[in-house]
């Protein structure tokens, strides 16, 4: 089962089979370069993913053999020990640290579709629990 998330920039993730999207409770995304970035926690609890904080700069995403390892500030980030160099690094803002709809695609591995029009982007899952 395919599952989509819709990140909008006003403050709505829709979560749900593609055909029949429902609304989930959702803090606003933040812009960086014309980048949309979206609330690090909040992301690891929608897909079900264990985040874990070393110190106040260093996170780590884990589930089934999926390891993300970045530090804020810092493009480079680690996928199952692989390097990848994000356009814009992960950003902290009022607290919450913030990665981009890149980070999603490539390091999660979910298709991320942007809509300039609507300004969402549309981030389908192989599963939903990735």
Known sequence: MSF???FGAGG???AADPAEPKAVNWDA???ID???LVPLG???KILN???TVDGQKSYTLSKDGLSVKLDLGDP???VNGKSLTLDVPPALED???FVSLQFIDEALGSKVEWNEEKQHAVVQTKDSTL
């Open 12 to 14: 709505t993730v829709f």
């Open 95 to 97: 607290g919450q640290a």
């Open 29 to 31: 995304g933040i812009f």
């Open 49 to 51: 993913l264990s985040l």
């Open 34 to 36: 014309g980048k949309m």
């Open 4 to 6: 989509a998330f819709i």
């Open 76 to 78: 480079a980030i680690q």
């Open 42 to 44: 909040e992301l690891a």
